[in-house]
Nanobody
Framework: QVQLEESGGGLVQAGGSLRLSCAAS????????VAWFRQAPRKEREFVAA????????LYADSVKGRFTISRDNAKNTVYLQMNSLKPEDTAVYYC???????????????WGQGTQVTVSS
């Protein structure tokens, strides 16, 4: 059982930056893929980015490519999402999720955090 906790959300102006963190309880954290998803009001949860267990492979949604960077520090059991050049359409609750394999489909992930709100004002 992997327990995940997000932090780092908040209110930021368009063009600004935020860094989200996802802290995990699992000792074998380096064997788990971690992904970020987001869900805006009245919209489906969408894939944002994912990183392999040892950090040698990453995947991004086209909408965030070049602006967001996913990384991990396995010594701290933490995955980060650096978000730059934020836009109002990035406003959503951001969730981290974990499993053994990288998927774009939220339904494939077994472990989820509670989410952190990101609001980008215009």
């Amino acid at each position: 059982q992997v327990q995940l906790e997000e932090s780092g959300g908040g209110l930021v102006q368009a063009g600004g930056s935020l860094r989200l963190s996802c802290a995990a309880s699992e000792r074998a954290f380096s064997t788990y893929v971690v992904a970020w998803f987001r869900q805006a009001p009245r919209k489906e949860r969408e894939f944002v980015a994912a990183i392999s267990g040892i950090g040698d492979s990453t995947l991004y949604a086209d909408s965030v490519k070049g602006r967001f960077t996913i990384s991990r520090d396995n010594a701290k059991n933490t995955v980060y999402l650096q978000m730059n050049s934020l836009k109002p359409e990035d406003t959503a609750v951001y969730y981290c999720a974990s499993d053994r394999v990288i998927f774009r489909d939220a339904g494939q992930y077994d472990y989820w955090g509670q989410g952190t709100q990101v609001t980008v004002s215009s």
